[in-house]
């Protein structure tokens, strides 16, 4: 099957991890893969981590203006329409891909194409985006072939009801189980120096993720400031990642009082070791849905918590993390589970467990490969494929 992955750029993102690690599971199945981006970024984001016989293509070199690369998605189009018609699949991520899905779904009905056929996963499902952001998203999947959803919601779940002719599914993230082999012990004492750590340090408890505004990076503080009141200053925390909010949280954790505690690297291009230092991780939850780092530190046999975004979350009994919107009650949580080092050791083998049955690479490109093969089929466009 020749497959092609849409996306803005392969920077640091669970949406963007998907589609790598969907490609990577395809080009070893000795499918045909193609990644196509708005625009390049250095390789060392997520590039590097590429099956080499993933082709990558970029749509645009306007590097700092979104404008000029959704426009550039027209004479891309007129360059590549005929290699175009010739792929199966073509899998929208993100906003940049569900713009180019819409026209590329335009052109194929104005020129009677049968393919590509196209389909998108919904990564925003549960996320705190505008009304009028996932109204448009609504919009444009009617026209689609296919749509995923990585987990439930409300919205979601009224919207597929009511439009009961849209493919879709459900279809869980999953990421590549890491390897067996751990950091020694003095790389990771090298990294807990880089990072500013002493040696005397207790615990370090933390997170990695985009620091931008949705993301609200700053719910963080509140919690490892009660942890630091009640535990004292021998445990240390880490806020890694880049993004728009990196200045403003380290003014924040100024007026926390955390300085010299909380540390902020920045952008973090080996979470794997930046993980291995680590006891316990917080993360943040939209009623039971996490993130892909979440399910990365607990394949690293982490114990997870997390801070609830819905105020009127009712957590239920099979929510694989803990989770609750009020920040003592997550550091109570985390307080306990660090003073008792063998009920955190127990939730993290639960944890473990429970990503190792349900959030792998190979569940997820397995279900997405049925996914394609059912598209297909049902294809308005009744696509002919080289499956």
């Keep these: 099957m020749k497959i092609v992955h849409v996306l803005p750029a392969l920077s640091k993102g669970g949406g963007e991890r998907v589609a790598v690690e969907l490609a990577n599971h395809a080009s070893m199945a000795a499918h045909q893969v193609t990644i196509v981006v708005a625009s390049l970024v250095d390789p060392a984001l997520l590039q590097d981590e590429l099956d080499p016989r993933v082709q990558v293509l970029c749509v645009s070199n306007s590097m700092g203006s979104r404008i000029g690369q959704y426009l550039g998605i027209f004479p891309w189009l007129w360059r590549n329409h005929s290699w175009l018609a010739k ?167 100024a007026e926390h009082g955390l300085e010299g505690q909380v540390h902020l690297p920045g952008l973090d291009l080996n979470p794997h070791l930046t993980l291995s230092i680590m006891g316990l991780y917080i993360t943040l939850n939209v009623g039971p849905i996490t993130g892909i780092a979440a399910m990365e530190a607990a394949f690293s046999n982490l114990p997870v918590l997390a801070i609830q975004l819905l105020d009127d979350y009712q957590g239920e009994v099979n929510d694989w993390i803990w989770s609750s919107s009020d920040s003592r009650a997550v550091a109570e949580r985390a307080i306990n589970l660090i003073r008792l080092p063998q009920e955190r050791h127990e939730l993290a083998e639960r944890q473990n467990a429970y990503v190792r049955a349900n959030h792998t690479v190979e569940k997820m490109a397995d279900s997405y490969f049925a996914f394609y093969q059912a598209a297909v089929k049902i294809s308005p466009a009744k696509a002919k494929t080289s499956v």
């Design 87 to 253: 792929q199966d699949i073509l899998h929208c991520h993100l906003t940049f891909g569900a713009v180019l899905g819409s026209v590329v779904g335009l052109w194929r009905s104005l020129s009677r194409s049968i393919q590509p056929v196209i389909v998108e996963t919904c990564h925003s499902v549960g996320m705190n985006i505008s009304w009028f952001k996932r109204w448009s998203y609504a919009q444009l999947f009617k026209h689609r072939d296919g749509i995923v959803f990585m987990a439930e919601d409300d919205y979601w779940k009224k919207f597929i009801l009511e439009h009961p002719k849209l493919h879709s599914e459900i279809i869980p993230n999953g990421i590549k189980i890491p390897s067996q082999k751990s950091e020694g012990h003095e790389t990771q004492k090298a990294h807990r120096q880089k990072l500013g750590i002493p040696d005397d340090c207790r615990l370090v408890l933390g997170t990695i993720g985009m620091l931008r505004s949705d993301r609200k990076p700053w719910l963080y503080l509140p919690i490892f400031a009660e942890v630091a009141r009640v535990l004292g200053p021998d445990i240390h925390f880490v806020i890694a990642g880049g993004g728009a909010e990196l200045d403003r949280m380290r003014l924040l954790v």
